[in-house]
């Protein structure tokens, strides 16, 4: 099962870490804080979007497409991309 930690400090790199007694084998490791801001973002997009629809501020369409209540409008432009 794979799992990710994310450690602040006192961090050492080996072939194993130990987790509540458990030696586990590490796969991979990254010094990059692009997976906890990743998630940062996505929780605040989470949380920014129930309050805004349960305000009936905004709608979600049958395909998951955010929408404003009002005028209708999807909440994002439909952009074509070309090739």
Do not use: H
Request: aromatic fraction near 8%.
């Amino acid at each position: 099962m794979a799992t990710t930690i994310q450690v602040v400090e006192n961090l050492r790199v080996g072939k194993n870490v130990t987790i509540d007694g458990q030696r586990c084998e590490v796969e991979r490791t990254s010094f990059s804080q692009a997976i906890s801001q990743k998630m940062a973002f996505e929780e605040l997009n989470k949380v920014m979007a129930d309050e805004l629809l349960e305000r009936k501020i905004i709608g979600r369409d049958k395909t998951g497409v955010f929408y404003w209540v009002e005028s209708g409008e999807p909440l994002a432009p439909e952009v074509e991309y070309q090739n």
